[in-house]
């Protein structure tokens, strides 16, 4: 399925869940508190937001997350103000494993709740088959003022399009 959103096009408005990072977290039994972030509140930003199927899952934790986080200053040079990660896992689920790869407050772990937003632009995978039910397909963006310049729905399992070193080069 192709993603129904393109470059040009605005995002569709979302309101995620996170829990915002805190030196507190690092105290294992504390959960936090989640909020709300409104995709409104990215207006005159730039952007970086990729997606994973799942938190703890193989490919999204030893691939996909860590070089975001390693290559962190290197997206900051080149103008970013906020790297978000979206996944149908819920704002406790993100934030633990956020607190498990040791991202502190480098990247947003927002709770696409049923994977709607993603949905709604037509990057949402049915995994039902292994038994995840609906989730965010494995994508990147980067959202520039709201509007997307950048977006690629990985092609089959692995990461290449939605991997930092493919999102840095078209920064």
Request: glycine letters at 8%.
């Amino acid at each position: 399925m192709a993603p129904t959103i393109k470059v040009g096009d605005t995002i569709p408005e979302a309101t995620f869940t996170y829990i915002a990072y805190t030196p507190e977290l690092e105290a294992k039994l504390a959960c936090g508190i989640p909020t709300k972030l409104n995709t409104n509140s990215w207006k005159g930003k730039k952007i970086v937001l990729f997606s994973v199927p799942g938190a703890f899952t193989p490919t999204c934790h030893a691939n996909h997350l860590p070089p975001y986080i390693e290559k962190y200053d290197e997206f900051k040079a080149k103008g970013v103000d906020a790297i978000a990660v979206v996944a149908a896992n819920d704002a406790f689920v993100l934030s633990g494993w956020g607190r498990f790869e040791g991202v502190q407050d480098k990247l947003l772990m927002l709770s696409d709740t049923d994977a709607k937003w993603s949905e709604s632009m037509g990057l949402s995978a049915d995994l039902s088959a292994v038994g995840f039910g609906t989730r965010t397909a494995r994508y990147a963006m980067i959202i520039d003022n709201l509007v997307v310049r950048y977006v690629e729905l990985e092609p089959a399992k692995g990461v290449t399009v939605s991997g930092a070193d493919a999102v840095l080069s078209k920064l």
